[in-house]
Structure formats: structure tokens, C-alpha cells
């Protein structure tokens, strides 16, 4: 079973936190609002912590959660299975954008039809304080409770491993990372530019490989819906 979009849920839960138990914000007000497409409280939601970032508080929340929904599905049993097992992988047919077309507008600032998280590491756009926060607030999850697998994907840029000291501070943060309790950990190398001229010109770029969830795939293969969403992900907007 895949929790996709856990990282929106942390910061949906932690806003509702905020706004409705710490501000006295009615809970179905701030819900109308969101829907109504708000832009003052959209705005205020995004300026909210948001999971990815190290902030304790948020991924204390997201833990939470993980412990939550394990403890749920090991009580679930099927005929073929004695019970059921939690993973966060984006879905091989790319679910956290199928899902979030569906949904409406959420409480950790998404607009109706936007994608949803495609990585562990944090939602798309809200992740800003680099890769080592990222790892940080991903091994506050309890790794062994996601036995199906995860996607945590990080965004690096060329230049990182240009060198034999800047591919050594990579290692460093591969290590870290697994010290810490982690359980998977992946890296997209390319730029936005560069995936851009691809869309443009994809025959000179066949054979440019990319992280796209749980899978690598040729960025020229794979569809223009797709494509943008990765290039929005890469340039850390939404």
C-alpha cells in the first residue's frame, strides 16, 4: 500500500495545527477558503514549515503518520495475506500526478489539480533548504515501517559532481543518510535547461536518462504532462 503524498499530508496536518488549534481559525472556514482559492490564505499557507526542510515539528508529524498507517494496514488481512505492508512510491504510472489531478486544493497551499509529492524527500516547490535538511527530515521516518519501498529522490546539479572533492561530499551523503536510517536514496544530475532543449529537440537527446519516481526512464520517451512536471520539480517550483 502506497502513501502517496505523505509529505503534503505533514504539512497539511501541521497548517491545520497552526491555523485552527494554535490561531482559532475555524477548521471548515480555513476548508471553504481553500476551495474558494484564497489567495491571502494560500500565500500564508505556503510561508508555513513545510516537511524536507529539518523542521522537527513537521516531521514529527509525518512520522506520526507513517507509525499510523503501518500499525492500520498490519491489522488488515486479505485471503493470500495475513496482513498488509506500507510503502511511499510515487506509483508506476506516476499516481502523485494522476492522484492530484483528482484532488482538490489542500491545506499545505496545492491548488486543485497539482500534482502531488513525487518524492519522500518533500513536496515539489516547498523543499528549500538543500539536500542535507532533505535527508534530515526523511530519517525521521521510520524507515523499517516502510517495507514496500519508497521514493526519495534528491536534486543535484552537475557541478556537484565535477570534482573528485565534490563527488567525495556525495558519498559523504549517501553515508549520512544510511547512518541516519535510510532506506533508499536516488539523484536527478540534470538541469532544467537542459531538459528543456530535449523537449524541443528530442532526437540530440536521446539516451538522457532521469530519475522519474520509482524508475529511470529516457526524458524524450516519456510524455510532455510528465515532462513538465519534472522540470517544474528540478527548478523547485510548483
Not at 497552526?18 to 471553504?32: G, Q, S, Y
Not at 474558494?36 to 510561508?47: P, T
Not at 505492508?85 to 491548488?111: Q, V
Not at 532543449?197 to 530519475?211: C, H, M, N, S, V
Request: hydrophobic share 40%; with cysteine; aromatic share 6%.
Amino acid at each position: 500500500w502506497a502513501g502517496i503524498g505523505l509529505p503534503n499530508a505533514a504539512n497539511m496536518v501541521h497548517a491545520a495545527m497552526r491555523l485552527a488549534l494554535e490561531a482559532n481559525e475555524p477548521l471548515d472556514e480555513l476548508f471553504e477558503r481553500i476551495d474558494a482559492d484564497d489567495s491571502e490564505l494560500r500565500s500564508r499557507l505556503k510561508s508555513l514549515p513545510a516537511f524536507g526542510n529539518d523542521c522537527a515539528k513537521v516531521d514529527q508529524i509525518g512520522a506520526r503518520l507513517v507509525s499510523l498507517m503501518a500499525e492500520a494496514l498490519e491489522r488488515c488481512a486479505t485471503p493470500l495475506r495475513t496482513s498488509l505492508t506500507l510503502g511511499h512510491l510515487a506509483g508506476g504510472e506516476n499516481m502523485h500526478i494522476a492522484y492530484g489531478f483528482r484532488m482538490g486544493a489542500t491545506l499545505d497551499g496545492r491548488s486543485a489539480g497539482q500534482t502531488l509529492a513525487d518524492s519522500l524527500t518533500g513536496s515539489q516547490g516547498t523543499a528549500i533548504s538543500g539536500p542535507t535538511a532533505q535527508i534530515r527530515s526523511t530519517c525521521r521516518l521510520d524507515h523499517s515501517l516502510l517495507i514496500g519501498g519508497n521514493v526519495s529522490t534528491l536534486q543535484l546539479s552537475p557541478a556537484e559532481f565535477s570534482t573528485p572533492d565534490a563527488r567525495a561530499k556525495v558519498v559523504a551523503l549517501i553515508q549520512a543518510f544510511v547512518a541516519m536510517g535510510g532506506s533508499q536514496l536516488q539523484f536527478n544530475v540534470s538541469d532544467a535547461q537542459t531538459l528543456r532543449e530535449a523537449q524541443k529537440d528530442p532526437e540530440t537527446y536521446r539516451g538522457l536518462f532521469i530519475r522519474v519516481a520509482g524508475y529511470s526512464a529516457d526524458f524524450t520517451g516519456i510524455g510532455k504532462t510528465l515532462q513538465d512536471e519534472i522540470i517544474a520539480r528540478t527548478e523547485g517550483v510548483v
